[in-house]
């Protein structure tokens, strides 16, 4: 199935162990895989999830981890991949004003 949801990148601000511990808070019975290379299940959306630490980002005397996560959906419908990205997305936000 090829649609505009067949393959993301993203950068985030976390660690390794960060993006996992938000992916297991969000897919308890759904991940398997790890530290880098993760596979998520979600009813019939299936998505390989591939991290690579990229340099700290520094704001004034502030040191933020980064990661590029590349994200590939092998299985499932439009609609299922983005309430799978939706669920994923709710459980990696952190808290801000």
């Not at 520094?58 to 959906?73: D, E, Q, S, Y």
Request: hydrophobic letters at 40%.
């Amino acid at each position: 199935m090829s649609d505009a949801l067949s393959f993301l990148e993203r950068e985030v601000s976390s660690t390794l162990a960060e993006y996992a511990h938000g992916l297991r808070l969000s897919f308890p019975e759904g991940v398997s895989g790890g530290p880098t290379d993760f596979v998520v299940t979600d009813d019939r959306a299936r998505l390989e999830i591939q991290l690579e630490p990229g340099p700290d980002r520094v704001i004034a005397l502030m040191r933020l981890p980064t990661l590029t996560a590349r994200l590939r959906f092998t299985g499932g419908t439009q609609e299922e991949r983005k309430a799978l990205l939706k669920r994923m997305d709710l459980a990696m936000r952190r808290g801000g004003g």
